[in-house]
């Protein structure tokens, strides 16, 4: 009795990424918490906002990738190296893809979302991602044969000009030192549609700056191991052409898909695939499933039932931030069977790496680019890192490298 007693009160959090690895942080630090097991099949958690300072090389791996077994010892939360295939909801259980059968008290979602290459052919074959850290030797790798080379015409085309795809552009294109035409490509208008004015701004002008070839009105048709083929809308112009430039890379950026673990019974997603939930974080129709970060579609408060659930909160490292001590909260509350809080987004401001050593921000009413905002940038995401031990160990490494 004591043993089945113990597995209806535990937390079973599946996925290590933003929105899970920090609930389970968060659960650590509430006294006589539950037990916890993070279920997570990479042994590194990845820091994605400085992704970018890794590529360039003004950080290093350990700082923005550490280990799982490093940032969880000590707490009072186990980590299992397996991945999740499907969750059996009526009776409280998940099946790994190693074999297991675990048992749940509450259970939280948090599998994030992976590149979505939209159907385009040849993109899943011949173009390379940026969500990974051998995504990021292998664009190590081509930049140094690139600048090897010092071929004519050398071309990395980046697609899609949301905040990845400007912030690689611009990191890629210092890397290369002139060794290669980085091209910008972009279906819609402009470059950062849902950016901060200011900071929209301050990116045009670093591709500019860069001689970035920023390509708007354009679509991508096909993508081959060598060059890229583009259907150009100039704007304001009705005609439309193809275009084939012959490439050495593809780095596609352009969109997210969202893909959870099998879940009997099925539960309701939204038109873009993501989990929808209750303003709680509460899965629909699933009492015991939790959902955080990317794949969460919640119902803001106050929202009707014709309302597009999370509609007013975007799918950023920002807002898995502030969901995870809202969770946290309403794991503990669920398991004893209190009333459960609303999770509400805080817009805190937005910031990008706009190169080596340069960036933009705008927070609380203040605007600032250049290496000034690089540095608040990376002071401010290395308050966000996971676990104060790993914070003052990157603090210290931070110190030690400072030339005044």
């Known amino acids: 009795m004591q043993g089945q007693r113990e597995k209806a009160q535990n937390v079973v959090i599946v996925g290590g990424g933003f929105g899970g690895l920090y609930t389970a942080l968060a659960l650590a ?6 037990p916890v097991l993070l279920i997570e099949p990479s042994d590194r958690f990845l820091f994605l906002p400085l992704l970018y300072e890794l590529l360039s090389g003004e950080l290093r791996g350990w700082e923005i990738a550490p280990r799982y077994d490093g940032l969880l010892a000590g707490r009072g939360l186990a980590w299992l190296q397996d991945r999740v295939e499907r969750i059996d909801a009526d009776r409280q259980q998940l099946h790994t893809a190693a074999g297991r059968t ?4 509450r259970l939280v979602i948090a599998t994030g979302a992976q590149s979505n290459t939209f159907a385009v052919p040849g ?5 390379l991602g940026f969500r990974s ?3 990021v030797e292998r664009l190590q790798g081509l930049v140094s044969e690139l600048k090897r080379l010092r071929k004519p015409l050398q071309r990395i085309a980046v697609v899609g000009a949301g905040p990845t795809g400007v912030e690689l552009a611009c990191k890629l ?11 910008l490509i972009e279906q819609g208008p402009t470059l950062l549609p849902q950016a901060r004015a200011f900071n929209r701004e301050q990116a045009g002008l670093a591709l500019q700056r860069r001689d970035v070839r920023l390509r708007t009105h354009t679509q991508v048709e096909a993508v081959e191991a060598e060059t890229i083929t583009l259907r150009c809308h100039p704007e304001g112009d009705s005609t439309a052409h193809s275009e084939t430039l012959a490439v050495r890379a593809v780095v596609w950026t352009a969109g997210l898909s969202f893909r959870a673990p099998r879940i009997d019974p099925a539960p309701a997603c939204d038109s873009r695939g993501r ?5 709680d974080l509460r899965l629909e129709g699933h009492g015991n499933l939790f959902v955080v970060g990317d794949l969460a579609a919640p119902m803001d408060p106050g929202a009707t039932a014709g309302d597009t659930p999370g509609a007013a909160s975007p799918a950023s490292a920002q807002v898995a931030f502030q969901q995870a001590s809202v969770l946290a909260t309403n794991l503990i509350r669920s398991l004893r069977g209190e009333p459960l809080e609303p999770f509400q987004w805080n817009d805190l401001g937005e910031m990008m790496s706009l190169g080596v050593g340069e960036a933009s921000l705008t927070a609380a009413g203040v605007t600032l680019a250049g290496p000034a905002a690089y540095q608040l940038r990376r002071l401010a995401y290395l308050a966000r890192l996971p ?5 003052l160990r990157v603090a210290a490494g931070w110190l030690a490298d400072w030339r005044p």
């Open 387 to 391: 676990g104060r031990p790993h914070q």
């Open 173 to 183: 294109a210092d890397m290369a030192e002139g060794s290669a035409v980085i091209e």
């Open 133 to 135: 850290l051998a995504d």
């Open 275 to 279: 989990l929808r939930c209750g303003p």
């Open 102 to 105: 675990l048992t749940y008290g």
């Open 29 to 34: 630090q509430r006294k006589n918490h539950p």
């Open 123 to 127: 993109a899943d074959r011949h173009s």
